[in-house]
């Protein structure tokens, strides 16, 4: 114990306290220096954050150096500086390869900003996304099909970037799908992933469309591999299927100008004692599970 107390006494008290001080300030490059230092540390997060950050304390460390070098004359506080400067440089250069390397075309540029970045997810995870379909946009030419009703095979996710996707069943008026809604949402909830299955409704653009897919394989693959981005999709799956939902319950009625509800498939029975009551067949199929697009049963379409 008392080797360790004199070892500390030593490092204290070894030197002298400064009894004057420097009447004369030292040189701007060192004021300079300080000033790169605090503006530096004000950096934000993210990558252009980390970019701010590096440059500004490499030329604060830059400046130091200078000031070692020409002012204070003294090689370790030169060569800690220039250290530090070069650490700054090299992690500067780093970030900026990454920055570079998470670029996107305008196309999916857009669509993180609409639909990714409000959600708080970064460009490195929506880098893994974009990889997981080849960064392919896909055109569909109008009038053409993207599924037909009992022949398409249900093999992956698209997400509409552009234009308009009509869908119906038996020749029957459905609902529009718009931007950033996914085309095929029911049908990948009704699959588990070691199931196949054909589409139940035909989708025709009405207008020239662009859309992004996702192998479903793949995908599942890149779900395994982060649950962070399986979590993502599920959440983004469950919102465009809820909206499909409304659509539909925007577009039947009950009679007497009462609109039906899809939350509350056994209310109007109650409400309009008058209504002929439905079958049990024919209610237990009013919303089939996967196929939300579907219309309800026993009830009429407002365009009718």
Not at 44 to 63: D, E, T
Not at 166 to 193: A, C, K, M, N
Not at 247 to 264: E, K, P, S, T
Request: proline share 5%; net charge neutral.
């Amino acid at each position: 114990m008392g080797e360790n107390a004199s070892f500390w006494e030593s490092l204290i008290y070894a030197h002298p306290t400064c009894t004057t001080w420097k009447q004369e300030a030292e040189g701007s490059i060192y004021h300079l220096a300080s000033i790169f230092f605090v503006v530096g540390f004000m950096g934000g997060s993210g990558f252009f954050g980390l970019l701010y950050v590096f440059s500004l304390l490499g030329l604060g460390f830059l400046c130091s150096s200078v000031w070692a070098w020409l002012d204070v004359c003294a090689a370790d506080i030169f060569s800690w500086n220039f250290v530090l400067f070069a650490i700054c440089f090299v992690q500067f250069v780093y970030v900026t390869y990454q920055v570079r390397s998470v670029a996107f075309d305008r196309e999916f540029q857009e669509l993180y900003s609409a639909l990714f970045q409000p959600l708080g997810i970064s460009l490195t995870v929506y880098r893994k996304i974009v990889l997981c379909c080849d960064a392919e946009v896909v055109t569909l030419e109008k009038e053409h099909c993207y599924a037909m009703q009992g022949k398409t095979p249900i093999d992956k996710l698209s997400l509409l970037v552009s234009g308009r996707i009509r869908v119906t069943v038996d020749g029957e008026f459905l609902h529009y799908i718009f931007p950033l809604q996914f085309l095929d949402s029911p049908e990948w909830d009704s699959l588990r992933p070691t199931e196949e299955g054909i589409f139940q409704v035909t989708l025709t653009a009405e207008t020239d469309c662009r859309y992004v897919a996702w192998r479903r394989k793949k995908l599942y693959l890149l779900f395994a591999k982060h649950r962070f981005i399986s979590r993502l999709f599920s959440i983004l799956i469950g919102s465009d299927i809820a909206e499909k939902l409304y659509a539909l319950n925007d577009r039947v009625h009950v009679g007497q100008g009462f609109r039906y509800d899809i939350r509350l498939p056994n209310f109007y029975h109650v409400a309009l004692p008058d209504t002929p009551p439905v079958p049990p067949s024919r209610r237990s199929h009013r919303l089939q599970r996967g196929s939300p697009r579907r219309q309800p049963a026993g009830v009429a379409n407002c365009g009718s």
